[in-house]
Nanobody, 125 residues
């Protein structure tokens, strides 16, 4: 069964950094665009960053621009999200997701059809 498994979350102080990983198992997602989303308590899940299957193009939410970097290693079937200068408002459960095949790079949740279980990121002030 195809799975996406996130790791790398944790608790950090404001200004700190974390690198999240999303590893595929059961099948390859090397031909899928991939995205990172997050959901804070009481809020809707929101787009953070996305990357094309080849890694040639990326997209970021305004809140992530300049602080976060998405990358991928298709040989390892893994996608990463490097997060720097973390703020308390970045506190959320972070999810990786695989885009629907042949869909363009997207910020829309509905354009992703495989989701991981999420990893908690907590940033204290």
């Amino acid at each position: 069964q195809a799975q996406l498994v996130e790791s790398g979350g944790g608790s950090v102080q404001a200004g700190g950094s974390l690198r999240l990983s999303c590893a595929a198992s059961g099948r390859t997602f090397s031909r899928n665009n991939m995205g990172w989303f997050r959901q804070a308590p009481g809020k809707e899940r929101e787009f953070v960053a996305a990357i094309t299957w080849s890694g040639s193009s990326t997209s970021y939410a305004d809140s992530a621009m300049g602080r976060f970097a998405i990358s991928r290693d298709n040989a390892k079937d893994t996608v990463y999200l490097r997060m720097n200068s973390l703020k308390p408002e970045d506190t959320a459960v972070y999810y990786c997701a695989a885009g629907r095949v042949k869909f363009p790079l997207s910020r829309r949740l509905d354009d992703y059809d495989h989701w991981g279980q999420g990893t908690q990121v907590t940033v204290s002030s």
